[in-house]
Nanobody, 126 residues
Framework: QWQLVESGGGLVQPGGSLRLSCAAS????????IGWFRQAPGKEREGVSC????????NYADSVKGRFTISRDNAKNTVYLQMNSLKPEDTASYYC???????????????????WGKGTLVTVSS
């Protein structure tokens, strides 16, 4: 059974940094593209970033380009989201998801995801 567990969320001041982790179990990350999504209270879920199964391709939402970096460590079966220069509008629950697709690109689309974690809360506030 594929499982994803997010960690690393918390309270941070504007301008600060956090690193989120998405640990996979029941499968190896080589067999999936991984996406990070977020949902703020009262708003729809949006795609933040994704990385292909090979790790060779990434994609970012315009709102986080230049501030967030996605990476993967296949030896640890974990994907990371490094978030720098955080803003209050980054406050949301962050979810990682797996797209059961082996290929050279990733799809930053909720409907493309096959498995979801339960999320971790990120709060950016002074």
């Amino acid at each position: 059974q594929w499982q994803l567990v997010e960690s690393g969320g918390g309270l941070v001041q504007p301008g600060g940094s956090l690193r989120l982790s998405c640990a996979a179990s029941g499968f190896t990350l080589n067999y999936a593209a991984i996406g990070w999504f977020r949902q703020a209270p009262g708003k729809e879920r949006e795609g933040v970033s994704c990385i292909s199964s090979s790790g060779g391709s990434t994609n970012y939402a315009d709102s986080v380009k230049g501030r967030f970096t996605i990476s993967r460590d296949n030896a640890k079966n974990t994907v990371y989201l490094q978030m720098n220069s955080l803003k209050p509008e980054d406050t949301a629950s962050y979810y990682c998801a797996a797209d059961n697709y082996i290929g050279s690109y990733c799809r930053l689309l909720s409907v493309a995801m096959d498995y979801w974690g339960k999320g971790t809360l990120v709060t950016v506030s002074s």
